[in-house]
C-alpha cells in the first residue's frame, strides 16, 4: 500500500547505517552499516521497500557505498574500515536474501594503509569512471579494463590534493564528487572547455578543489589525467563535510553547494572566463601565444599544444575546438572564476543534495530531520519544508 512520507526500513541490526545511496530511478536503495553489511532495498509496485539482499561485505565498518549509472547494469562499489575497495555485480539468479545475489567481482587495498573516505562513479555515453580517496588526500581515478564486465580496473592517475599525506592522528575531512552531466555547461564550452571533460569536486579539509580533467592527444585519443585544481572554493571556518553539483548545465554557471562543521551550507556559483583568443581561426603561432597567455603554459608545453592541434578547417570538419587537442596541463590551468553566493545556517548539518532537475537543496544533520532550501527572486537562499521521521 502507497505511503507518504518517511518509512521505516527492517534494517534488522542495532548498528549505525554509515551510508547510504539511491540509484538513478529511486527505486534501488544500498546501505552500508558498522556491522559490516551491505543492504539493498527494492521499491516493489505497491511502493513499499523490501530488502532484497544483505551480506558482510567488508571486514570493518561499512564507510561509503555509491550505485554505478542504471544503464551499466546493476553494480555497486563500497569501501570499509578493512581498506578495501569493492565492486558488486548483481546475479538475478540467485534467490533473494540469500547473501549471495551479488557477487564480489573486484577487489583492491588502498596500497599505502590508509583507509578510504569516498568513492563515486560517473558514466560518460559508454565510458565509466571510478574517483575514490583516502583519509590523507590521495586520490585516484580508475577506468574498467572491460567496460561491460568491471571486474578488472585500471589506476589512470593519482594525486595528493592537499600537496602531501596528512599526518595521522589530524582529523581530516576527503570527499569525492563527479559532476553528473554528459558534458559541461555551454557557456564553459564556448570559453573553451571540451566536451569530453571530467570534472570533480574534492573536498580538502576546509576548502573545496574542483578539477577538470582532460584526455591527452587528439581525438579522444590518450587517458584522463589529474593535474592542477581550476579553483579552489574557499570560506569555511571548519571542515568541509560534504559537496554536491548542480545537474543543471543550461545556466552559465555551476552551482555547487558545501555542508561544513561550522553548521553552514554554502552555495557557489563558478564559471569559466571566456578565452575569446582560444578559437578555430587562430594560427599555429598566435594560437601558441594565445595558450601561453590564457593557461600560464610555458613556450614548450604551449608549441607541443599547438603541434597536435588541427586546422580551424580540420577542426570544423571533425565538429571539434582546438581547445579539444589541448594539453591535460592546458586544461587544468585554465582557472575558472568563482562567488560565494550564499551561506545558510543548518547547526550540526552533514550531508547536502541537489534534488535532480529542480533548483532545490536538501540537507541532513544531527537533528535527524531533512531540510529543503530554494533561491528567491532576490538570490538569496530559504528554507521552505522541515520534515523529520515522525512526520
Known amino acids: 500500500m502507497a505511503t507518504h512520507g518517511f518509512q521505516a526500513l527492517a534494517h534488522e541490526s542495532n548498528d549505525l547505517v554509515l551510508a547510504a545511496h539511491f540509484n538513478d530511478h529511486g527505486t534501488r536503495l544500498v546501505t552500508g552499516s558498522a556491522d559490516h553489511r551491505l543492504r539493498v532495498f527494492d521499491l516493489d509496485a505497491e ?11 567488508h571486514n570493518g565498518e561499512v564507510v561509503d557505498v555509491k550505485w554505478n549509472g542504471s544503464a551499466m547494469g546493476q553494480v555497486l562499489g563500497s569501501i570499509g574500515e578493512d581498506l578495501k575497495l569493492k565492486i558488486w555485480k548483481e546475479d538475478p539468479s540467485q534467490v533473494r536474501r540469500g547473501g549471495r545475489r551479488f557477487s564480489l567481482i573486484f577487489s583492491q587495498s588502498s596500497g ?39 571486474d578488472d580496473w585500471n589506476e589512470i592517475d593519482q594525486v595528493l590534493v592537499c600537496g602531501d599525506h596528512v599526518s595521522r592522528g589530524v582529523e581530516t575531512s576527503f570527499k569525492v564528487a563527479f559532476q553528473q552531466t554528459e558534458r559541461p555547461n555551454r557557456a564553459a564550452i564556448s570559453a573553451g572547455l571540451s566536451k569530453t571533460i571530467l570534472s570533480i569536486a574534492v573536498t580538502a579539509m576546509a576548502d573545496v578543489k574542483i578539477y577538470r580533467l582532460g584526455k591527452m592527444g587528439y581525438s579522444g585519443e590518450g587517458q584522463y589525467k589529474i593535474q592542477y585544481p581550476t579553483a579552489e572554493l ?69 608549441s607541443k599544444a599547438t603541434t597536435r592541434a588541427p586546422s580551424g578547417i580540420g577542426a570544423g570538419l571533425a565538429g571539434v575546438s582546438l581547445t579539444d587537442s589541448l594539453t591535460t596541463s592546458s586544461y587544468s590551468n585554465m582557472r575558472h572564476e568563482w562567488k560565494l553566493v550564499d551561506k545558510i545556517k543548518h547547526e550540526g548539518v552533514w550531508r547536502v543534495e541537489w534534488l535532480r532537475g529542480s533548483h532545490t537543496i536538501i540537507s541532513t544533520g544531527d537533528s535527524g530531520r ?22
Not at 560517473?122 to 577506468?143: F, K, Q
Not at 601565444?289 to 610555458?298: C, D, E, F, P, Q
Open 112 to 150: 599505502h594503509s590508509v583507509v578510504y573516505s569516498s568513492l563515486d562513479f560517473v558514466n560518460l555515453r559508454h565510458e565509466t569512471y571510478l574517483a575514490v580517496i583516502t583519509r590523507d588526500g590521495l586520490l585516484s581515478l580508475l577506468e574498467p579494463v572491460n567496460p561491460e564486465k568491471f
Open 234 to 302: 574557499t570560506g569555511a571556518e571548519g571542515l568541509v563535510r560534504d559537496v554536491a553539483w548542480s545537474q543543471e548545465t543550461f545556466r552559465v554557471h555551476d552551482w555547487i553547494a558545501t555542508a561544513s562543521a561550522d553548521g553552514y551550507i554554502r552555495i557557489y556559483e563558478m564559471w569559466m572566463p571566456n578565452n575569446s583568443e582560444l578559437n578555430v581561426q587562430q594560427t599555429p603561432a598566435t594560437l601558441k601565444k594565445a595558450i601561453s597567455t590564457a593557461t600560464g603554459a610555458g613556450p614548450d608545453e604551449a
Open 47 to 57: 511502493e513499499s521497500w523490501d530488502c532484497t539482499d544483505l551480506w558482510r561485505g
Open 370 to 391: 531533512a531540510r529543503l532550501w530554494k533561491q528567491t527572486y532576490d538570490g538569496k537562499w530559504l528554507e521552505f519544508a522541515d520534515f523529520g521521521p515522525e512526520e
